[in-house]
């Protein structure tokens, strides 16, 4: 196999037209369990999306595009190696087993999780940026104080490594040889900010200033992210230290449901990256292979569609949003300040009721 690239272009094993270097090196139903699980994270996707415009969910932060990036990921981990992620890694969340009800309860805002982060291994989205990587350091740092081999997993954007809490946690995280990855999708946006405003040097490259190793990956080549990631959690699980990987993708949707990308990029930006859809580079291999066992294509269509029917069915059974509730769970004790802010929503909320009379 090829040496992993750590500088220069990104380290990839699958072009965008299907073509693999070795396919006999690869095991087909890998390559198709990685297939299933992006084409079940798509769908996932899909169908919240939808779902936020038929007004059953607040917000929807879309995966699309993202998917090799998840999936090659979460799968070279084994399923008890706690992960942190942020708020779009649909694809760590269905591969840890999160139902599809759970999934939506955040986005729903009728909990603040939808899963028990204990027993599957999987910490809540977490939407503050970078605030999760001192606690996956943390975390880590307790692992290390244990003397498991497990290894801590905090999923980032471009975006949010410009935050001091994501640079304090790379810094402490070598200084202690804490056994975490830092797995960054640059998916070349932070909102409408393009990543190439605000870095002048690539994440990759600054890791090894914190004494990190660090990896560069096509992010939309599910198999090189997956052989990267494996090394990576590798070197980290035999006491090497922690390690960073940017994976280079793209956000081939909006931010969130709450945003129109066509205000601030342009289309042919965005067809080009289409030409290098994660999905459709497999299934050209799948095909050039002729990979598909009888009825394997058919019955996964079935079961994206079961995924659809699932979260449509979930998402209507969810009662109303307790939205006093939601200022019981900010603190520990309430404050006058809190207080207040309760009450101004009320008035908020009881303002609807007489533009409606
Ligand atoms: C500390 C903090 N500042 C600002 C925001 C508002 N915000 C939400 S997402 C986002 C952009 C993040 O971009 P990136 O880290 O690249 O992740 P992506 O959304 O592209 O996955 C911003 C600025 C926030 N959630 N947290
Ligand atoms: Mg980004």
Not at 32 to 48: F, G, I, K, V
Not at 103 to 129: F, I, N
Not at 289 to 296: L, M, S
Not at 299 to 327: H, I, K, M, S, W
Request: aromatic share 10%.
């Amino acid at each position: 196999m090829q040496e992993f690239v750590t500088a220069g272009d990104p380290f990839r094993l699958l072009a965008p037209d299907g073509t693999l270097a070795d396919p006999q090196a690869w095991p087909a139903d890998l390559v198709r369990e990685q297939y299933r699980w992006m084409r079940l994270t798509r769908r996932l996707d899909s169908e919240a999306f939808a779902l936020q415009r038929h007004g059953e969910l607040g917000l929807w932060a879309p995966s699309l595009g993202q998917e090799a990036a998840q999936v090659g990921s979460i799968t070279a981990l084994r399923p008890t190696d706690y992960v942190f992620p942020s708020y779009r890694e649909h694809a760590a969340a269905l591969v840890r087993g999160v139902t599809p009800a759970q999934m939506l309860e955040q986005w729903r805002g009728v909990s603040g999780c939808g899963w028990d982060p204990a027993a599957l291994h999987l910490h809540a989205y977490t939407v503050v940026l970078a605030a999760h990587l001192p606690h996956a350091t943390g975390y880590a740092m307790g692992v290390q104080r244990d003397g498991t081999d497990e290894v801590v997993t905090a999923y980032f954007g471009d975006g949010a490594s410009s935050q001091g809490d994501a640079n304090e946690a790379f810094n402490w995280a070598a200084a202690c040889s804490a056994p975490v990855l830092f797995f960054c999708q640059n998916n070349q946006y932070a909102i409408s900010t393009p990543a190439r405003l605000q870095m002048r040097t690539p994440l990759h490259q600054r890791a090894r200033g914190f004494g990190l190793e660090s990896y560069l990956v096509d992010g939309n080549d599910v198999l090189a992210v997956h052989e990267v990631t494996k090394r990576a959690v590798e070197q980290i699980r035999s006491g090497g230290g922690p390690a960073l990987i940017e994976a280079v993708t793209y956000r081939m949707g909006a931010h969130t449901s709450s945003d129109d990308p066509t205000r601030y990029r342009d289309q042919a930006e965005s067809d080009a990256w289409a030409a290098q859809d994660p999905i459709v580079r497999v299934e050209k291999l799948l095909d050039a292979q002729d990979w598909w066992p009888d009825g394997w294509r058919a019955g996964l269509d079935a079961e994206c569609d079961r995924l659809g029917e699932e979260l449509r069915a979930a998402c209507q059974a969810f009662g109303t949003v307790d939205l006093d509730g939601l200022f019981d769970t900010v603190l520990g004790a309430p404050t006058a300040l809190l207080e207040a802010q309760r009450a101004e929503y009320a008035s908020f909320l009881a303002s609807f009721e007489e533009v409606g009379r």
